[in-house]
């Protein structure tokens, strides 16, 4: 795990063992508020001790960006916090996310002790506001990532946790092309100085704009290839022949992980396309 001080009292961790998937923690002179965890227990516990024994601070709060389980994994080592997130995350965990944690838990056996911790505070729309030690955090309902993702902004320092809304490579995953460019808008919309993904390198100061700017013109761009394959006909393989340089990503970030997340985006946007065209005159429903 990677530690890095991006503000006096904020701090981001980046694995080293799982797809550089972060969390951050703001600390405050009445605890610390966590967003996210990280996937192996062993790399949560190490952001655990350097909070709780070398900064001598206790764990408030634990926000759950979304219910995936590299977000989530590490929330039951908390057991005195309390764990927000949308109404929605809190559905999921409770349905997939303990389905795929004992299907997990089966193939590794570092997840042996892992458990779901439902959140108990949840909101379901619009805008929690989480005052803590001076510090001003403002959840917003952002889906596109995945339909229950929330972006926390620290109004104090202007810095944005996206989550996975921001990545090297914008990923649609089990959320929607349409709501992931809302929420990109959103984003530009609140003029953060500096945006921590939810996977690889800390967005800064001056880089904010041009990167949210980059990542709508590759959806824009999938939207256009995925359409003319539709519009052409073609068999869904063809969706194989649109590499990530040609929409305009590298496919090197995140160890090369990039070309497989543009593929899955590829996919998943066809079937929301071919979802969302209308019945043509003498076709069967």
């Known amino acids: 795990m990677v530690r890095e001080r991006i503000a006096d009292d904020i701090y981001v961790f980046t694995s080293q063992s799982y797809a550089q998937v972060t969390a951050g923690a ?40 979304h219910y995936h389980a590299d977000h989530t994994q590490g929330t039951y080592l908390f057991p ?22 004992a299907e997990a838990q089966a193939q ?19 805008i929690l506001n989480l005052y ?30 996206a989550s996975d809304n921001s990545m090297p490579v914008p990923t649609i995953f089990d959320g929607g092309h349409r709501v992931l460019v809302n929420s990109l808008n959103k984003m530009l919309a609140l003029e ?9 390198e800390v967005i800064l100061r001056g880089e904010v704009q ?3 700017q980059d990542d709508l013109d590759y959806l824009a761009r999938i939207k256009d290839e995925v359409s ?23 496919r090197i970030p995140l160890n090369g992980l990039v070309a497989d ?7 998943r946007l066809y079937d929301e396309l071919r979802e969302e065209a209308p019945v043509t005159e003498g076709s069967v429903a």
């Open 192 to 200: 953060p100085d500096t945006i921590v993904q939810g996977h690889g």
């Open 26 to 65: 703001i600390l405050t002179k009445d605890g610390v508020i966590l967003i996210d965890t990280l996937y192996f227990p062993e790399e949560t516990k190490a952001i655990k001790e350097f909070l709780e024994e070398r900064q001598g601070l206790k764990i408030r709060y634990v926000i759950n960006t």
């Open 132 to 161: 803590l030690g001076g510090k001003t955090l403002q959840l917003h309902h952002m889906p596109g990532h995945s339909m229950d993702l929330i972006g926390v902004y620290v109004t104090n320092n202007q810095i944005l946790f």
């Open 80 to 101: 005195e916090a309390q764990i927000v997130s949308h109404a929605l995350c809190r559905q999921l965990l409770d349905s997939v996310g303990r389905e795929g944690l």
């Open 261 to 267: 997340l543009h593929r899955a985006n590829l996919y």
């Open 210 to 212: 041009s990167v949210i």
């Open 228 to 250: 003319n394959v539709l519009r052409k006909n073609q068999p869904v393989e063809a969706l194989d022949e649109i590499d990530i340089e040609s929409c305009g990503k590298s």
């Open 108 to 126: 590794i056996p570092e997840l042996e002790e892992v458990q779901i911790i439902l959140p108990e505070l949840v909101f379901a729309e619009g």
